[in-house]
């Protein structure tokens, strides 16, 4: 007993008849006769009452159909899956980024890609960044959005974008009244800044572009995440060079302002696996690659 023994009973049930059934199935009535006597012999059972006149369900046909139904439309649903197995358009993405990237174009831009591609899963999960290299090789994750470079030997880095610095202000600071400021108007500041254990790179470009300003920045406090250094900045314990994305939809009592003449940037860089046989990355990574351009 088959499946396609199966949906031949269910097709008779509703027909009655023999001819219709079969050329519903589009199969001759002998074969249709076949499977339906298979069917019977398997269970033990007779299915149908025959005779010249009319074909009716006996007590164990009507037992039987309830799971034969269940069961044809199980084989239904998993056919229709698996026809678009493989598929680009289809399937799970697995995304892993650290916490600042969540204040960059990032989430605007794999929401305009799942607009695009609407049976395309995105999951995502915030992991630090040994720990988004480690998910990349051993295939837990897909993609992964870092801030920093990392040079991983196994893995493809490719840059979203690069970003300028803005000077990260208390609304009461007295710099706030100015579209931008240089690097040495910041001279006898506190300063916020990223741990370099966990912003290699931001931590590496601010002091770089300090030190083409001339002055060398006194660092106050250091913070592994961004909202503390913003909620920091905030209550007037220093100040911050951030990246400018790090602004966009932030409703604390801070102003950030431009830096004038300045020549380092902060990079938004995705990390995929060299070899990767999701076909729905592809569509992704020029999907990221052709919006910011």
Same mark, same amino acid.
């Given at each position: 007993?088959?499946?396609?023994?199966?949906?031949?009973?269910?097709?008779?049930?509703?027909?009655?008849?023999?001819?219709?059934?079969?050329?519903?199935?589009?199969?001759?009535?002998?074969?249709?006769?076949?499977?339906?006597?298979?069917?019977?012999?398997?269970?033990?059972?007779?299915?149908?009452?025959?005779?010249?006149?009319?074909?009716?369900?006996?007590?164990?046909?009507?037992?039987?159909?309830?799971?034969?139904?269940?069961?044809?439309?199980?084989?239904?649903?998993?056919?229709?899956?698996?026809?678009?197995?493989?598929?680009?358009?289809?399937?799970?993405?697995?995304?892993?980024?650290?916490?600042? #990237?969540?204040?960059?174009?990032?989430?605007? +831009? *794999?929401? $305009?890609? /799942?607009?695009?591609?609407?049976?395309?899963? !995105? @999951? =995502?999960?915030?992991?630090?960044?040994?720990?988004?290299?480690?998910?990349?090789?051993?295939?837990?994750?897909?993609?992964?959005?870092?801030?920093?470079?990392?040079?991983?030997?196994?893995?493809?880095?490719?840059?979203?974008?690069?970003?300028?610095?803005?000077?990260?202000?208390?609304?009461?600071?007295?710099?706030?009244?100015?579209?931008?400021?240089?690097?040495?108007?910041?001279?006898?500041?506190?300063?916020?800044?990223?741990?370099?254990?966990?912003?290699?790179?931001?931590?590496?470009?601010?002091?770089?572009?300090?030190?083409?300003?001339?002055?060398?920045?006194?660092?106050?406090?250091?913070?592994?995440?961004?909202?503390?250094?913003?909620?920091? #900045?905030?209550?007037?314990?220093?100040?911050? +060079? *951030?990246? $400018?994305? /790090?602004?966009?939809?932030?409703?604390?009592? !801070? @102003? =950030?302002?431009?830096?004038?003449?300045?020549?380092?940037?902060?990079?938004?860089?995705?990390?995929?696996?060299?070899?990767?046989?999701?076909?729905?990355?592809?569509?992704?990574?020029?999907?990221?690659?052709?919006?910011?351009?």
């Amino acid at each position: 007993m088959d499946i396609r023994h199966l949906n031949a009973f269910v097709v008779l049930t509703e027909e009655l008849h023999f001819g219709r059934a079969a050329q519903r199935l589009n199969i001759s009535q002998p074969p249709l006769s076949r499977m339906i006597q298979q069917i019977e012999a398997d269970a033990g059972v007779l299915l149908f009452e025959r005779n010249k006149r009319k074909v009716m369900l006996t007590a164990a046909g009507a037992g039987l159909l309830s799971d034969a139904k269940q069961m044809v439309l199980q084989m239904q649903t998993i056919k229709k899956r698996l026809s678009v197995f493989g598929k680009e358009d289809t399937g799970t993405l697995k995304v892993g980024y650290v916490g600042a #990237v969540m204040h960059t174009p990032v989430p605007i +831009l *794999l929401s $305009k890609f /799942t607009a695009l591609y609407p049976h395309i899963n !995105l @999951q =995502f999960e915030e992991l630090p960044n040994d720990n988004l290299v480690y998910g990349l090789n051993n295939g837990t994750l897909d993609i992964a959005f870092v801030r920093t470079w990392l040079h991983p030997k196994s893995l493809e880095e490719k840059v979203i974008l690069y970003e300028p610095f803005v000077a990260v202000l208390p609304v009461n600071h007295r710099l706030c009244q100015k579209k931008k400021v240089a690097i040495k108007d910041l001279k006898d500041e506190n300063f916020i800044t990223f741990t370099r254990e966990c912003g290699p790179t931001i931590f590496d470009n601010f002091l770089a572009l300090c030190s083409n300003a001339g002055i060398t920045p006194h660092i106050s406090h250091n913070a592994s995440q961004l909202n503390s250094i913003l909620r920091l #900045v905030e209550n007037g314990f220093g100040i911050s +060079l *951030l990246p $400018k994305s /790090t602004g966009a939809g932030v409703q604390l009592k !801070l @102003q =950030f302002l431009p830096v004038a003449g300045c020549k380092e940037t902060i990079p938004l860089i995705m990390l995929t696996r060299r070899e990767n046989p999701n076909p729905g990355l592809s569509l992704l990574k020029n999907h990221l690659v052709k919006t910011v351009k």
